[in-house]
Each structure stands twice: as structure tokens, then as C-alpha cells.
């Protein structure tokens, strides 16, 4: 894990540098130029434990956004490392990013490419490339829902099974909902659906709900659950379905 604490300054200081340059150019405080800036936001969560086990576990994500009058930017990238008595036990990585082109108020066409790493479920890497369309079915102060349809091609290198890799074209489907509760908490729900055009037994299903108490106007904490699900892993040996439930410190740039 001690190896692993790299990936805490790829996260932090990308944050930095975007708060201290894109920010810098942006207009008066509340003006069109600084809502149309770009902003970072980091989550970290940490647990270790020891006595009668030693466990480490860390997860960051990195998320940067730029959303315009015409076009819209996101970057994301995430990682999820854990340890058990000297062995390493999870070792996740994951990337995406979009470009979202406004054709009317509610509707946007996108392209959206990614990398996605998990060899515990099977995965040297995926990497995935396609465009899409997406509507955006409410756009209220405090309820939001975008739904997302693309086409996507998927090259993916197994870690385990008898297949050493895979390619075919496939659908995807995002659901992302959004309810400001109170002026300081935050509910939000990415649900995700994929299937291969190739061979439709190979789907799978990703569901994020999360809670966040904003603190002041910069931090916040969160509450997290995931649950990722492969209808048809490499190796029979691969479990159906991983949970993973996190409570993080968030930071707004």
C-alpha cells in the first residue's frame, strides 16, 4: 500500500494547478466568465487498521468539469487500493473523459472515451472510445436527471480465464440524478448499464449512490456505495458482484 501513495499527489496537485490557473483567468465573482470556469473537485478516503490484522485500504477520485454555454468538458479518474496482511487485495483504476456539445436547451450530443484497470475481476485493462447523445430530462435548483445513450467500442485484456482479450461494439446507458435536499446536503445516484453487441450474456451494471454534508465552502463529507456487477466474468472464479462502501473527505476547487 505505502507504494500506492503516489496516486494521493496525482490527484491533489492536478487540483491545485487547476484551481490556481483556470481559476485565475475567470471574471468577477458571480459572473458569466467564473460560472463558466473550470473547477476540480478531490475525495479522499483512508482507513488502516492493525493488531490482529494489518489492513490498509485508500480510494481518491479527481473529477474536473468546464460546462459552457455550447460546450462541456468532464474529466474524471479514480482509484481504489486495499491491502490485508502484506497482500494486496484490491487494485483499481479508472478514467473517463467526455465532451458534451449543447444542440438545445435540453439535448447534447457527446464523445466519450476511457481506460479502466481491475485485475482482481478479471481485467488487465479495458479501454473504451464512442460518441453518444444525452438528455437532460430536469434541470431544476434542486432536482437534476441527465440521461445518457452511446455506442461504444471495448478492447479488454484479461488478467484471468482463458481468453487473453476481447473486442466488440456495445451499448451503454446512464442514468445520473441529482437532489439538493438541504442548502448543505447533496444526494446523488449514477446508475449504468453496458452490454456487448457481440455477445449480449457479457453486460454489466454500476450503481453509485452518495450523501454530502457540505462544511464550509470548500470541504465536505461524503458517504459512498457502489456496487459493480459483470453478468459474465473472464474466470468462474470471478465473483458476480462487488460492493464497495466509502466515507470520504471532499475538496472543492
Excluded at 437532460?136 to 488478467?159: A, M, P, R, T
Aim: aromatic share 16%; hydrophobic share 35%.
Amino acid at each position: 500500500m505505502i507504494k500506492k501513495y503516489w496516486f494521493i499527489a496525482l490527484l491533489i496537485i492536478p487540483s491545485i494547478f487547476v484551481a490556481s490557473t483556470l481559476k485565475a483567468g475567470g471574471g468577477e465573482e458571480g459572473g458569466e466568465e467564473e460560472s463558466n470556469a473550470w473547477k476540480a473537485r478531490a475525495e479522499i478516503s483512508y482507513v488502516s487498521t492493525s493488531g490482529n490484522s494489518d489492513t490498509q485500504t485508500f480510494a481518491g477520485k479527481l473529477e474536473v468539469k468546464k460546462e459552457g454555454p455550447v460546450h462541456r468538458f468532464y474529466i474524471e479518474g479514480s482509484a481504489l487500493f486495499a491491502e490485508s496482511d502484506g497482500e494486496e487485495t484490491t487494485n483499481r483504476l479508472s478514467f473517463e473523459g467526455r465532451w458534451e456539445r449543447i444542440i438545445s436547451k435540453r439535448f447534447f450530443g457527446f464523445l466519450s472515451t476511457g481506460y479502466y484497470s481491475d485485475k482482481f475481476s478479471g481485467y488487465n485493462h479495458r479501454l473504451f472510445a464512442g460518441p453518444g447523445a444525452g438528455y437532460d430530462f430536469i434541470k431544476e435548483e434542486k432536482h437534476k436527471l441527465k440521461g445518457l445513450l452511446s455506442i461504444v467500442y471495448y478492447y479488454d485484456d484479461f488478467s484471468e480465464g482463458d481468453k487473453g482479450s476481447d473486442n466488440y461494439l456495445s451499448g451503454k446507458v446512464d442514468a445520473k440524478y441529482t437532489w439538493k435536499i438541504l442548502d448543505n446536503v447533496l444526494f446523488k445516484q449514477i446508475l449504468r448499464y453496458l452490454v456487448s453487441f457481440k455477445e449480449t450474456d457479457r453486460y454489466f451494471i454500476d450503481s453509485e449512490s452518495s450523501i454530502e454534508v457540505k462544511i464550509t465552502r470548500i470541504l465536505s463529507l461524503g458517504i459512498n456505495y457502489i456496487i459493480n456487477y459483470q453478468h459474465l466474468p473472464p474466470s468462474p472464479d470471478i465473483k458476480h458482484t462487488d460492493t464497495t462502501f466509502l466515507t470520504t473527505l471532499i475538496i472543492d476547487f
